[in-house]
C-alpha cells in the first residue's frame, strides 16, 4: 500500500510540473495578445472620460486619494489608508445598509488581513458566527474538512456574517477618522488629462453635478462598475446563478461549519450568517432561473433540490421556500487585466471576479488593500505624478500570487463539484471528494488554499493534479483494462481542460 501511495505521489509531482509548465506557456501567449489588442482600446476608453474642465492645483490640495464605493473594499480602503494619514475623499451611491445574499463569508486568511488592517473588530457586535471548516455531502456520505488553523491564535478562524451589517461597521470606523470624508453620490465618469486621471464627476443626492480631484483615483464601486471600461478591459462571465433562502431556527450538521452538498445539477450551500439563521444558495447553472412570480422556483426548489438537502435542514428548506423571501443574484466572473493608467487603480469587484462558491473574494480584496498599502507608505509626495505611476504598476504585480490562486480555485472547483452526464468529468467529481476525505496533507494541502491560509500556485497545482492522478489510480486498480485505460486517459484530459 505504501508504494502505491508513493507512485501517487511521484506521479503527481512529475504532473503537477508538466502542468504548472503548460499553465506558464497559455499564460504568457495570452499576456502577450492583450498587450497587442491593449493598444486598440485604449483610444475607444478616452470616450469614457471627461476631458473638460481642468483639476486645478487648488482644487486638489484638500484630497489625496478619491475613493470610489465604499462596499467591503472602499471602506476598508478609506480606514486604511485615512490611518497613514492620507486625506481621503469616498463618493458612494447608496450609504445605507446594503442587503446582499453573498460577501457574508469570510475567510480565515481574509479575517488574517483584517488584524493586519486593524479592521477586526468590525466583526463584532454584528451576531458574526466563527467558522472552522467545510462539510462536503455527496451520495449519502459526508467528510468534515478543517482549516490549518494550528499555527495561529486562537481568535483566528472564518467569521460570517450578514454583509450589510460587516459593511456598515467598516464605513462607521473609516468615517471616524478626522481625514477621511464620506459623501453620498454617484460618480458619472472620470476626469481625465493629459492622459492622466484626475479626479471624477459625480451627482450628489440632491442631483447637483460637481467635480472631485486628487492625485490618485481608485474605483471599487463592484461588479456592476459603469467606470471599469475606461480602466481595464472586461471580460464578465456569467456562469451559474444563486438562489438565497434564510433557514431560521435550525441546527447545522457540522457547527460552525461551511456545508457544501455535492447536488446535481451543481453544489448547495448553508453556512451560518447569525446565531438564529443559516443562508442557503442554491446554484442554478447558466444565466436564466425558474420565475419565481409564477411559482416555478418554488416547485424547482421543492422538488429537485429538497431532496438532495441533508435530512437535517430538510424541513427548515421547506418552511423557508413556503415563507416566500427568495432572491436570485448573477455569479460574475472577469479576469484582471488593467490598463495601467496614470493616476487611477481599480480594486474589490469592480477589477476582478471569481465564482463565489469558495468565498475567497473579500480575502483577495483585503489582501490588495494590504499591497497597495506597503506601496505608498514610502511614497512622500502624492502629487509626484511619476513616483505614484511607478508604484501603481508594481501594484498588479505584487498582487498577482494570491489573487490568481485563489481565482483559479475557485472556477476549478466550480467545474469539479458540478454534476456531468460526461463519465470522465464524474469519476473526477468523485475522485476529487474521496481525496479529500483521506485527511492528512490530502485535505489541510487544498483546505489551507481555500481558506487564503497557504495560497500559493505551486501547492494548487501540485493537489488538483494529485487528485487527478489519484483517480487514475483507482481506475487501473487492480487490474487494468482498456475502457478503464482510455477512461483514465480522458480524466487527465478532463483535468487539464479544468
Not at 86 to 108: A, F, H, N, Y
Not at 277 to 294: F, H, M, T, W, Y
Not at 299 to 305: D, N
Request: aromatic fraction near 8%.
Amino acid at each position: 500500500m505504501k508504494m502505491v501511495i508513493d507512485q501517487f505521489l511521484l506521479a503527481a509531482f512529475l504532473a503537477s510540473l508538466v502542468g504548472y509548465a503548460l499553465l506558464y506557456i497559455l499564460r504568457f501567449k495570452n499576456e502577450n495578445d492583450r498587450k497587442t489588442s491593449a493598444s486598440k482600446v485604449r483610444n475607444e476608453r478616452v470616450k469614457n472620460l471627461i476631458n473638460n474642465g481642468e483639476c486645478r492645483p487648488e482644487n486638489r490640495s484638500g484630497t489625496d486619494v478619491i475613493i470610489v464605493g465604499a462596499g467591503v473594499a472602499g471602506a476598508a480602503l478609506a480606514y486604511t489608508l485615512g490611518k497613514d494619514a492620507l486625506r481621503v475623499r469616498v463618493i458612494e451611491r447608496d450609504l445605507t445598509e446594503p442587503d446582499r445574499i453573498v460577501g457574508e463569508l469570510l475567510q480565515p486568511g481574509g479575517y488574517l488581513k483584517l488584524l493586519e488592517l486593524g479592521l477586526e473588530d468590525c466583526v463584532e457586535e454584528i451576531d458574526a458566527q466563527r467558522v472552522f471548516g467545510y462539510a462536503l455531502f455527496k451520495d449519502g456520505r459526508n467528510t468534515r474538512l478543517s482549516y490549518p488553523l494550528e499555527k495561529f491564535n486562537s481568535d483566528v478562524s472564518g467569521r460570517s456574517f450578514h454583509n450589510g451589517r460587516f459593511i456598515q461597521r467598516m464605513r462607521k470606523k473609516a468615517a471616524s477618522l478626522s481625514n477621511v470624508q464620506m459623501e453620498q453620490g454617484t460618480v458619472t465618469s472620470l476626469i481625465e488629462e493629459n492622459g492622466t486621471i484626475k479626479g471624477v464627476q459625480y451627482k450628489t443626492k440632491s442631483g447637483e453635478e460637481l467635480k472631485a480631484c486628487a492625485p490618485l483615483t481608485i474605483v471599487c464601486d463592484g461588479c456592476f462598475s459603469n467606470l471599469r471600461r475606461s480602466l481595464c478591459n472586461p471580460k464578465v462571465e456569467v456562469q451559474s446563478c444563486f438562489v438565497g433562502l434564510v433557514l431560521e431556527n435550525c441546527q447545522l450538521p457540522f457547527p460552525n461549519h461551511g456545508h457544501v452538498v455535492l447536488a446535481n445539477p451543481s453544489p448547495i450551500l448553508f453556512y451560518p450568517i447569525s446565531s438564529t439563521e443559516v443562508r442557503c444558495l442554491v446554484d442554478v447553472p447558466g444565466q436564466k432561473v425558474p420565475s419565481i412570480a409564477n411559482g416555478e422556483m418554488a416547485k424547482y426548489l421543492k422538488t429537485v433540490v429538497a431532496p438532495q438537502v441533508p435530512p437535517e435542514l430538510h424541513d427548515a428548506f421547506i418552511s423557508a421556500i413556503d415563507q416566500g423571501s427568495i432572491r436570485t443574484m448573477l455569479n460574475r466572473s472577469m479576469p484582471a487585466d488593467p490598463y495601467p493608467t496614470p493616476g487611477a487603480l481599480l480594486m474589490g469587484d469592480a477589477f476582478n471576479m471569481r465564482h463565489p462558491l469558495t468565498g475567497g473574494g473579500m480575502t483577495v480584496a483585503l489582501s490588495d488593500i494590504v499591497v497597495l498599502r506597503d506601496l505608498l507608505r514610502p511614497l512622500q509626495d502624492m502629487n509626484d505624478a511619476s513616483a505614484l505611476c511607478k508604484y501603481l504598476e508594481s501594484f498588479y504585480t505584487l498582487r498577482k500570487p494570491v489573487a490568481s490562486t485563489i481565482n483559479t480555485l475557485a472556477g476549478a472547483l466550480y467545474k469539479v463539484f458540478c454534476a456531468s452526464p460526461d463519465q470522465a468529468r464524474k469519476e473526477m467529481r468523485d475522485a476529487c471528494f474521496d481525496y479529500l476525505a483521506l485527511g492528512g496533507v490530502c485535505s489541510t494541502g487544498p483546505v489551507g488554499l481555500l481558506s487564503g491560509l497557504n495560497p500559493r500556485p505551486l501547492s494548487f497545482v501540485l493537489h488538483f493534479f494529485a487528485v487527478a492522478i489519484y483517480g487514475v489510480g483507482r481506475l487501473l486498480l487492480p487490474l487494468p483494462s482498456p475502457n478503464r485505460l482510455w477512461l483514465g486517459a480522458r480524466l487527465i484530459s478532463v483535468c487539464s481542460l479544468v
